[in-house]
């Protein structure tokens, strides 16, 4: 699994630090931290994390089979609304 935050957008609420403390870090008020290639063990802990932020900054790529799998399952579900 790969990620990216858009930093621009980023506004440091830290949710994602809360929800993946092992990924995501701040530094001082307002920069962020984070490891851009999170280990599997930590794919919950990142998904949470891109869902809690209220600015919509992080995003996840899926790189592996489970995780590609996944994607495809919310793009098919979100389609058939």
């Given at each position: 699994m790969r990620l990216v935050v858009d930093l621009?957008?980023?506004?440091?609420?830290?949710?994602c630090a809360?929800?993946?403390?092992?990924?995501?870090?701040?530094?001082g008020e307002e920069a962020l931290l984070y490891n851009p290639d999170?280990?599997?063990a930590q794919r919950d802990a990142v998904l949470r994390?891109?869902?809690?932020c209220p600015v919509q900054a992080i995003l996840v790529d899926a790189v592996?089979?489970?995780d590609?799998?996944?994607?495809?399952?919310?793009?098919?579900?979100?389609?058939?609304?």
């Open positions: 621009n957008r980023c506004q440091g609420y830290a949710q809360f929800l993946a403390p092992d990924v995501f870090e701040m530094h999170a280990d599997k994390a891109a869902a809690a592996d089979g489970a590609a799998e996944a994607t495809a399952g919310a793009q098919g579900a979100s389609h058939a609304r």
